[in-house]
């Protein structure tokens, strides 16, 4: 495989067609995005090989030689450049084993469904609750020394453009604050031309209130005065919450990729991300095995203590539930907002158990 240079890489849009719904791809391809270019051919490719930030697409003919591609040159440059983990797009018709690709990362497949709708064809009204404030992700946001917990929206600012200054001159957003405390966020993504696509999180205390619908309502108000009005929302297809909130916001779904594979150059993650998926399935004791190999990695994020203590109660088996609980507060998976809300342990806030996990929480915080 050659890698182009941008003024080329126009020339392999015709083998991304099966996946041109992908606004990266165009972003790419057009240099709205910082991107990379790979080609089994310079001069007439037949395959193709796109990256930026998290995503790869591959297109055109399915070939041998990508497993030896991915292994040995995609995935030292993507270490290189800091990145933990991708996720693979591939064509419909391929048959490629991912594993082949990522040797012992354990990929694991998580289609997606992609919506999209032209935002001049309805109102956008927009009331907001008394109790929080709706600010646009700007400079004034940034310099402002009274918000708190900024890291939650320069983070997003960085997981698409290169810098603060190039999200503030390319991209867009508004963020929700709830006294002076930033706790949610919708953004922007990969702008090219009339197009966009959305990106939005919502901190687990303030969801289930409409407060997703209500910060995508002000980033599509304000795309709509920038004149950008094809809006595009990309979801994991297990993500019911966020497929719920594109419907209500008039998104349909215009197509579903199901060749897509989450990678995690961390084989723990990797292990731990395909056992959410059987989790979420209700393939408990597959959900089990995966974790507990997870755990046998040399580094294992808390989350993974804190899902296979969420399998346990899932199984009626509180005991366990709560030994990994205390695993995952030691791994320092401690939010405790984020635990009092959760619907898995509110049948258990009565006991004596529980109580002990908030005052280890509470010594944690001291």
């Not at 404030?133 to 997003?156: F, H, K, Q, W």
């Not at 509180?318 to 049948?347: E, K, T």
Request: with cysteine.
């Amino acid at each position: 495989m050659h890698e182009l240079t941008p003024p080329d890489f126009a020339k392999t849009r015709p083998l991304f067609t099966p996946l041109s719904h992908c606004l990266t791809i165009d972003a790419i391809l057009t240099g709205t995005t910082t991107g990379r270019v790979w080609v089994d051919d310079v001069r007439v490719p037949e395959t193709a090989v796109c990256w930026a930030n998290h995503r790869v697409y591959a297109g055109g003919r399915e070939r041998p030689q990508l497993a030896a591609f991915f292994a040995d040159t995609f995935v030292p440059i993507a270490q290189a450049d800091g990145r933990e983990g991708v996720t693979l797009h591939l064509p419909p018709d391929w048959h490629s084993d991912v594993a082949d690709f990522f040797p012992q990362t354990y990929p694991a497949q998580r289609p997606r469904f992609y919506f999209r709708q032209d935002a001049r064809q309805r109102e956008w009204p927009l009331t907001v609750p008394p109790d929080v404030a709706l600010r646009p992700v700007d400079a004034a946001l940034l310099a402002d020394p009274s918000i708190t917990n900024l890291d939650y929206v320069t983070e997003e600012m960085l997981s698409e453009r290169p810098s603060i200054a190039a999200f503030l001159a390319n991209s867009f957003g508004r963020c929700l604050v709830h006294e002076n405390k930033i706790v949610g966020w919708c953004m922007s993504e990969y702008n090219t031309g009339p197009r966009c696509e959305l990106g939005i999180e919502t901190a687990v205390p303030f969801r289930r209130r409409g407060l997703a619908t209500l910060m995508a309502t002000g980033t599509i108000r304000h795309a709509l005065a920038q004149g950008v009005y094809d809006i595009g929302w990309l979801c994991w297809a297990d993500n019911t919450p966020s497929i719920a909130t594109a419907k209500k916001l008039g998104f349909h779904q215009t197509a579903y990729d199901e060749a897509v594979y989450s990678v995690s150059f961390n084989p723990a993650v990797a292990l731990g991300v395909r056992g959410n998926g059987h989790l979420l399935a209700g393939r408990y004791a597959q959900a089990l095995a995966d974790y507990q190999q997870a755990m046998q990695q040399a580094t294992v994020p808390g989350w993974v203590f804190w899902n296979t203590a969420v399998t346990h109660l899932k199984l009626n088996q509180p005991q366990d539930a709560f030994a990994y609980l205390r695993q995952a507060i030691a791994a320092g998976f401690n939010d405790r907002a984020f635990m009092l809300n959760s619907p898995h342990w509110q049948p258990y806030h009565d006991t004596e158990e529980w109580t002990a996990v908030l005052q280890t929480l509470d010594e944690q915080e001291q």
